[in-house]
């Protein structure tokens, strides 16, 4: 089992760029592919952008494609979502989240069974 843990999270402006993190806080993450979600007030939770730390392949929502870079760090236990250009539409709270999906459940929320608390991302000027 393992336990993801988010930080990073903050208030920005439009245009912004925040840099969120996700731990692995009981080992590793190196068997797994780990997703980031988010949901904003009153909405449906989202799918955002997902790695598989073996082999690297990353994939996007449309939404956040070309502004949103998801990362993995050499040691497998550590995930970084890198988020530029932010609108106000990106506000919401991030959830890291860690499964064994195949490829075409990548960016699907019931494949992933271990699920961080969430870390807010407020953009306003």
């Known amino acids: 089992q393992v336990q993801p843990v988010e930080s990073g999270g903050g208030l920005v402006q439009p245009g912004g760029s925040l840099r969120l993190s996700c731990a692995a806080s009981d080992g590793s993450f190196a068997s797994y592919a780990v997703a980031w979600f988010r949901q904003g007030l009153g909405k449906e939770r989202e799918f955002v952008a997902s790695i598989r730390l073996s082999g690297g392949n990353t994939y996007y929502a449309s939404s956040v494609k070309g502004r949103f870079s998801i990362s993995r760090d050499r040691s497998y236990s550590a995930i970084s979502l890198q988020m530029n250009n932010l609108e106000p539409e990106d506000t919401a709270v991030y959830y890291c989240?860690?499964?064994?999906?195949?490829?075409?459940?990548?960016?699907?929320?019931?494949?992933?069974?271990?699920w961080g608390q969430g870390t807010q991302v407020t953009v306003s000027s």
């Open positions: 989240a860690v499964g064994r999906p195949i490829t075409s459940t990548m960016r699907s929320r019931s494949a992933y069974y271990y």
